[in-house]
């Protein structure tokens, strides 16, 4: 089987550029709907949800965890999908830089804030507020702008519990039927309850006819991740950049709010994402694309089958698939001339590393 | 003339790397040295000089101020040296990056935040507290590295009000004799006012011989400024980019910052300033990088003297001389294959901008 399989479109420009080298974007955020309980499993309790984004990020940086007292992963061994981010960054040795879209748990690291703010539970009707909402976006914009002078590939990644619901709440707000479509970090996809969920969002934010205005979908029953990923990716394309949308079906938002402010950036947009989110049967992101706008759509298999370690093999049973743009950044350093023998052999010397705690705390 | 002169070392490698294209950041902070009255003119009065490295940030980056509702130049006409940097920035097409090191009012636009403080009156002999230093300086460093990793060439610029005077108790704190060889924004040096300062800084901090650490120094009498860069400079050399500091007498604490902290990666690491600073009779650059580590310095003549407005020409008769890294940005910009001519005519173009008051605030 190729290391990279694309599903839609025409991959190969996204493939030399992020050849001669790429940037690793990280947007990070919380959305209060996380708290809602079994929406998300990431985070062992629903209030521990606005410590992953943070413990992702550090992780992702620094090889450990300062805002938790542990190791990223759960008390049976299945780690957090940085783990696999991380691996292929150490491997092509590109640069890092993690943007607070809006969080409650601050990461220990130098981190690029867009002036955003924390999402609401969109069950209120009122995710963000619209000023808040439109100064995240022009300083997102600008960001891309300048990260793009940088470098000509930018791939962008999201760590954001409860992202697939916020994400099907604002692409119903825009019109499209995303209700049976969004994936889970869960083996078993608690889709009834998203779509409770979303639909409690839509009707007390007053939504029974489509919106035309991605900011005001984001500000009602969006969250901050989509909204600082759509703004850094629109600035970043704007400046002639390939951008690759690092993430599964959160990124169909993503898509979807750059389509509608600014449609010929999609020129050098596409997605990236992993195997594991492609096979999930209780999700179709591939139909999502197709339905928004047809960019380029690339998966890389990973295949952790021969893995020696269970934590590891849970990914094939569906456990998590994806995040922190793990699927991208593999793709990425396949780009970059990397096997998936080589990538999959540090992630496995990383995972060992983890096991041993050595991600743990450090004062 | 030259357009640039190489007054200490072997430059050509710097050139040769800034020409393939650079990142510039730019690192703000403030220190409570400038309300001291009479130290700095970086601000129409003490408390004002607290916006100004915000308002240098915005300008540089969208054009225009946010924090304060003018155009960044004096009411005479005189403008900040960040309009050079801008229009050199703007002629390459370059990135920029701000950092926030430590600063009592906050710019309105994408920052990346290392956690640090802003340094109280360097007369209390206790500017940052060390904790705070230790953690900027781990994220600083950090910053570097990965920065390294998508540019080959890094340009540091700092806006610091009074960052001369805390620059002079640093590297007296250090062991260096920069008593009477610190430059000034002020066509009249307050030299004698700068000595003052830093003598109760030295005496209160309780430094009566030459300290080995720098985080010490910076913790007692220094600013966050000569810490975040030093940081950065520091990550960024580490990983083998070219670093270029880029401003004047300051820069020399930054080099025995580095100089202390890690000798190694001065091989990396260059001095770019304006001529107007090496032209500064009340100071001596040269003597002091001499004196600390003999880095390549180069500086850029852009002779103002042919301007047809008198805010600019007054950069001629001393005023500001350098800031913003303008120097060291408009020697990246020659570097990229620009001429003077064709810089000082983007600068006279957007000064006129200035002057029709285009600067000013936007809501």
Redesign the interface.
């Given at each position: 089987m190729e290391a990279v399989t694309v599903h839609l479109g025409d991959f190969s420009s996204h493939m030399r550029e992020l050849g001669k080298?790429f940037?690793f974007t990280l947007v990070i955020g919380t959305t209060d709907t996380s708290l809602v309980p079994g929406i998300t499993i990431a985070g062992a309790k629903p209030e521990l949800t606005h410590y992953t984004p943070a413990a992702d990020a550090e992780y992702l940086?620094?090889g450990r965890c300062r805002v938790i007292p542990t190791v990223p992963m759960t008390p049976d061994g299945k780690p957090t999908p940085a783990l696999i981010t991380r691996s292929a960054i150490k491997l092509t040795?590109?640069?890092?830089?993690v943007?607070n879209a809006g969080t409650r748990v601050r990461p220990?690291?130098?981190?690029?804030?867009?002036?955003g703010e924390p999402g609401r539970d969109i069950k209120t009707g009122l995710a963000i507020n619209r000023n808040v909402v439109n100064?995240a976006f022009d300083?997102?914009v600008?960001?891309g702008e300048?990260?793009?002078?940088?470098?000509g590939a930018i791939v962008i990644g999201e760590s954001i519990p409860a992202g697939t619901t916020t994400a099907m709440a604002f692409l119903v707000a825009m019109g499209y039927d995303a209700w049976n479509k969004m994936s889970s970090a869960s083996p078993v996809n608690p889709r009834d309850l998203k779509i409770t969920v979303a639909r409690e969002a839509l009707k007390n934010a007053g939504i029974d006819k489509p919106l035309e205005d991605p900011l005001e979908a984001v500000s009602r029953v969006g969250d901050p991740v989509i909204l600082a990923i759509g703004a850094i990716a629109i600035g970043a394309a704007r400046q002639g950049a390939k951008v690759l949308l690092a993430g599964g079906t959160q990124m169909a938002a993503v898509l979807a709010f750059i389509k509608h402010l600014d449609k010929g950036t999609l020129s050098n947009v596409a997605i990236g994402t992993t195997e594991w989110l492609i096979g999930d049967r209780t999700a179709d992101l591939v139909g999502l694309i197709r339905e928004i706008a047809e960019v380029p759509l690339a998966s890389v298999n990973l295949s952790f089958s021969d893995m020696p370690h269970e934590g590891l093999r849970a990914y094939e049973e569906g456990f998590v698939k994806e995040g922190v743009g793990a699927g991208g950044v593999s793709i990425a350093a396949i780009a970059r001339g990397f096997t998936i023998k080589r990538l999959k052999e540090v992630i496995l010397g990383d995972y060992r590393v983890l096991l041993r705690g050595v991600g743990g705390i450090d004062h």
């Open positions: 080298g940037l940086v620094l040795g590109s640069g890092v830089l943007v220990n690291i130098p981190i690029i804030d867009l002036q100064r300083n997102g600008i960001l300048n990260l793009a002078r940088v470098s």
